[in-house]
């Protein structure tokens, strides 16, 4: 009676796993006959084949649930914001903020021969406004007694990086990358190329904003003139590029938001040029003689230490940029999933810290989850439409929780990022797709009708 009672256990058991196992198997065949369709048509277009890759892991315990491919290589676009703000949140904290000082030759009777500019590579510096802006360190060099100025130096020295990133398209216009720059209208464009509309516009051509790297900075110093004069304090001299001088002393100061808003600033709408100011910070150093200028080759040593801590493998990806403008960037699924994986498993939190890492997921307090675009919030209020960001219109009515970083450039469309599934389970999921003359349409419903399999399979 025993032996029986055993067996019966056992087949028991047995039949158990082999239920699950038939029932995984069909859960996932479904996400298995999408990829092997292909990107799905959009209204009036054709579908056509693409390179695609895709991984799933329980974000708990690291369980590869599904994967399609996801050890080859693909072009990224701007899910390599994923890998450099990551890097950027991790390397420098949460609570870093960038400092845009005024430095001031000694003062007499109200008037200084110089007034030096320093920049740190905030990309959220302003010409107007009470805060981080022009206007308010010129109110505070009034403040500081300050009525003359002689000449106006600008300080762009903590960056030493190209202003056109490598492997950037020469028909891009793009913000170039500066210590010393300022957002949106008031930044300055590279534009390397114009089309008749262009031309019809009335847009003129930006090369020297590429070619010189005096163009920039001399720009935010002459900004900052018209600010003094505003503020009641008269410039007698000319902008020049360069460096404090020895008894320059400290004059004002104005500071930015902490570096975690700033990277929701950036994954959010997927801004490419404070993808670059943000990663670009991990390559100043410091010594002796005071600060050594960042390059990419200093960030990205410092970015490479943190994403192979996270589990990623360094020889299986290619970053050349942190904005995922460059055509040369390699990214695999997994690498991918690894550092969204890790960002959950290790979440970064504004004080009190949660309890675990799911009570962080599931109270909207991971900093590095929440700067990604949030599915389906629509765009009725500006809350909603700042929260969704690119994603703010898709997987709409699903009631799905879905935060990821979208990325699209021509032949290219990808999204990874964070499922919470029916079964209640997280998923982190990685899909990349490249190499298709499909729409980006096309591509993006491929996307979401894979999330929505996801989200019943697992």
């Known amino acids: ?56 892991l329980d974000a708990e315990t690291g369980q590869e649930l599904f994967a399609w491919q996801a050890d080859e290589a693909y072009t990224p676009a701007s899910n390599a914001k994923l890998m450099s703000t990551f890097a950027a949140l991790y390397g420098l904290g949460p609570d870093f903020r960038f400092e845009t000082a005024l430095l001031a030759a000694p003062l007499e009777g109200g008037r200084t021969a110089r007034l030096v500019l ?44 190209p202003r056109w990133g490598n492997g950037w398209m020469w028909d891009d216009w793009e913000y170039t990358v500066s210590a010393l720059s300022l957002r949106d209208e008031a930044s300055t464009y590279g534009v390397l190329y114009l089309t008749e509309a262009d031309e019809k516009d ?90 050594i200028p960042a390059t990419f080759a200093r960030a990205a040593e410092a970015a490479t230490a943190l994403w192979k801590k996270a589990g990623a493998d360094p020889l299986r990806m290619r970053l050349r940029d942190a904005s ?39 109270a909207g307090r991971n900093l590095f989850v929440r700067s990604l675009p949030r599915a389906g919030t629509g765009t009725a209020t500006p809350a909603a439409a700042e929260e969704g960001g690119t994603l703010a219109n898709r997987l709409r009515d699903t009631g799905l929780e879905v935060y990821a970083k979208t990325g699209s450039m021509t032949g290219v469309n990808s999204l990874s990022g964070y ?23 096309s591509l993006r419903n491929l996307q979401d009708a894979l999330v929505k399999e996801m989200a019943l399979a697992f």
């Not at 039949?15 to 959009?42: I, Q, Y």
């Not at 001088?245 to 808003?261: I, K, N, Q, W």
């Not at 890790?342 to 309890?355: G, K, Q, T, W």
């Open 324 to 362: 995922g403008l460059s055509r040369y960037n390699l990214l695999t699924p997994r690498e991918v999933a690894a550092v969204l994986r890790y960002a959950y498993l290790n979440p970064l939190e504004e004080e009190p810290r949660s309890a675990s890492p799911r009570a962080a997921f599931d």
């Open 1 to 56: 009676m025993k032996n029986s009672t055993l067996r019966h256990g056992a087949a028991t058991a047995l039949l158990g796993w082999a239920l699950m196992f038939s029932h995984a198997s069909a859960d996932t065949a479904n996400l298995t006959r999408l990829l092997e369709a292909g990107p799905l048509p959009a209204q009036g277009q054709p579908a056509l084949p693409a390179h695609v890759g895709v991984i799933a």
């Open 118 to 161: 320093r920049g740190s590579g905030d990309p959220s510096l302003t010409v107007s406004g009470p805060d981080n802006s022009l206007e308010a360190l010129a109110r505070a060099a009034y403040a500081a007694g300050v009525r003359e100025v002689g000449e106006i130096v600008a300080d762009d020295s903590a960056y030493a990086l």
């Open 202 to 291: 009335g847009t003129r051509l930006e090369v020297d904003a590429v070619v010189k790297p005096e163009v920039q900075p001399l720009r935010v110093a002459a900004l900052l003139r018209k600010e003094l004069e505003k503020a009641g304090v008269r410039v007698t001299g000319a902008e020049r590029r360069g460096t404090a001088a020895t008894g320059d002393r400290p004059l004002a100061a104005v500071r930015s938001e902490t570096l975690h808003r700033l990277v929701r600033a950036t994954n959010k709408p997927s801004d490419n040029i404070y993808a670059e100011q943000l990663f670009a910070r991990l390559g100043v150093g410091q010594s002796e003689g005071g600060v």
């Open 419 to 441: 499922l919470r599934a029916q079964s209640g389970r997280i998923v982190v999921f990685s899909l990349l797709m490249d190499g298709s003359l499909s729409s980006a349409a």
